[in-house]
DNA sequence: TCGAGTCTGTACGCTCGCGAACTGAAAGAA
DNA sequence: TTCTTTCAGTTCGCGAGCGTACAGACTCGA
């Protein structure tokens, strides 16, 4: 159960220093790994915009004006209920993008976005994002392979969202988000974590307690540390590994060259392995 | 609460007759609408194939040899734990595909995919399609706009699954398949409804005797059928009016012309009126 | 330094759904 | 018919998580 190698450096926020090939400077895998031609195309458009937190990104059922490529921080795509209560159904950060319909030819949102830890990221208007869509297909055939990710996590973060307990769905909850934000530590109020998991707030402050006093995390007035990244997978359920899993898929599969969290070599091995 | 006009014609499973324009013969939406030009270079090498009870048709991690678009029955897409168990997380029927992930370049399925209730259905090589989509992009862009259609049925089943109770989701998952089988009455074990909603058999022969009682359902011995669709529907979740207005969404977009169940004329202006 | 505002810890009764049985009933095969 | 198999109904104790409420602790600004 317990892995030879460092798997991560722990607790060292942003821990990578290498920097990438070509794109490296832009900070949002799916721009670093576009097309030259395509990014070019798009460079003169794009802004670099603070996400602050709390901010609504996309509003649900209103029309998708602008894509964002997140450069730091993350951003949460959130099903509402009628009588308010809420989950979320799509995390995405520097390995990803905001606006996923207009890769689909939709050009609203379903669902609300907000920014749920504070960070920065590009922005490019609709209409010149879907330009570029028709004028690259090659990148448009690679982002859709971005799409298929996001269905995947959402295929797994429906099983869980049923299937499994507080506890593990809050430890796979900070692995994740540890993992996108390549930190061990981040600002979130239990209040939050208690939105996006769809649980009551008393519920979250009862798991991380006992994560906590198991020194797995440490939890202070808004502020998370991961403390034991072991031991906290171990505690996590199996969705962690499964989405991790998937993710990495896409990098290779897009020649991606990320660093941190989830992407630890072990993985590979791990999912293979139980795939017969 | 009582619609004036007929909405459905209650107990005759297929009670459409009116032959569909252009392509009617092929009772699958999403080869009926496709580009005449699309739909001649697929028929020959489409072939029509029984859907039978509890078939696999795909396996997880597995090559996706063909896609099939059924014209009756019904295909789920499951997702199962390593404790084995399990949840569903898509649906699939005469208003869709299976092989979604070919649409967006990836060539394996992360979950199952079984059949559900019996019926039949095209299949194309993998090969095939894959080529027909590079040879007619506006195909391939409609089909897109189903991966949406899919996404957002996942999203509000993620939802579903953490926050409603097993009543109103029973409900709800009755009559989404009623919609898509375009029949009141089909085949069904409790057995299997607990495999789909990831419950306890037991939990839904508790959700399914209530809903009889109350005279929505009538259930005998793997035979299902909706008795009182209007208080059925009251008895679900919203998430059951929130999947409809999103399939006829789909349909309004791809100028499809689909009968029964999930398109009476009212739901647009239910989904309409809640929107604000 | 004090107070307002925010975040976290905890408690209590309750409901839902679980796990694990066992019984009964229907359908199909011999 | 009788036997076997499959499906449905029901029970029981149990635990997770809910709704609600309140108290304590930290933070920040006045």
Redesign the pocket.
Known sequence: MKTSKPARKANSPRAQGTPRPSNALLENYLLESAPAKALEAMKPHLQHVPLSLGHLIYAPMKPIREVFFPTAGLISVVATMKDGSTIEVGLVSKDGMAGVPLLLGVEFMRNEAMVQIAGSGYTLKAGIFTQILKQFPEYHQMLLRYVDSRMSQMAITAACNRLH???ERLARWLLSVSDRVESDSFFL???FVATML??????V??A??ILQKAGLID?R??RMRIVDRERLEAAACECYEAGRADLLELYSAQGMAPSGGARSSRVKADAAGQAG
């Open positions: 307990h507080v506890e109020t239990q209040e769809g649980v009551r707030r008393a519920g402050t009862l991380a307690g939890y007035r808004g």
